[in-house]
């Protein structure tokens, strides 16, 4: 029954969503580096790696500010069009397809990268690998 409502969600909001979809994407291609989807492992169900899609806000290859793993206010590596596309998650919406794919759910906890998900005590990444990981929800 989630499988179900995760497909008719994702479908009838990528429906919906396409024209916005549509405007990012020609927008990341004029004035970002010719990129419109960044593509990053994480870790999903049962501990199986998927390719979890966003919408491009950084510069291509952009080196470790600090520790790399957070991006800080000013931040250079972010595109101008990119700091509008996190304050209003418009570039969480490609994740919609990774729903379609079973990669995600609607709700559940955040997919984990590789080094986030080894931070955690065995016993928390067997609980974490039981579900599949979602759009939104508790992470």
Same mark, same amino acid.
């Given at each position: 029954?989630?499988?179900?409502?995760?497909? =008719?969600?994702?479908? =009838?909001?990528?429906?919906?969503?396409?024209?916005?979809?549509?405007?990012?994407? =020609?927008?990341?291609?004029?004035?970002?580096?010719?990129?419109?989807?960044?593509?990053?492992?994480?870790?999903?169900?049962?501990?199986?790696?998927?390719?979890?899609?966003?919408?491009?806000?950084?510069?291509?290859?952009?080196?470790?500010?600090?520790?790399?793993?957070?991006?800080?206010?000013?931040?250079?590596?972010?595109?101008?069009?990119?700091?509008?596309?996190?304050?209003?998650?418009?570039?969480?919406?490609?994740?919609?397809?990774?729903?379609?794919?079973?990669?995600?759910?609607?709700?559940?906890?955040?997919?984990?990268?590789?080094?986030?998900?080894?931070?955690?005590?065995?016993?928390?990444?067997?609980?974490?690998?039981?579900?599949?990981?979602? =759009?939104?929800?508790?992470?």
């Amino acid at each position: 029954m989630i499988r179900l409502f995760d497909i =008719l969600f994702s479908f =009838l909001a990528i429906a919906i969503l396409s024209p916005l979809f549509i405007l990012v994407m =020609l927008i990341l291609k004029m004035t970002g580096e010719g990129e419109v989807f960044f593509i990053q492992n994480r870790i999903g169900k049962d501990g199986k790696t998927f390719g979890l899609i966003k919408f491009v806000t950084m510069v291509k290859d952009s080196p470790n500010i600090g520790t790399g793993t957070v991006t800080v206010k000013g931040d250079p590596r972010i595109l101008p069009v990119g700091s509008l596309l996190r304050k209003t998650k418009i570039n969480e919406l490609p994740q919609l397809f990774n729903i379609l794919l079973a990669d995600m759910s609607v709700i559940g906890p955040r997919p984990l990268t590789n080094d986030s998900f080894s931070a955690y005590p065995r016993t928390t990444q067997d609980i974490i690998k039981k579900v599949r990981p979602g =759009l939104s929800g508790i992470g």
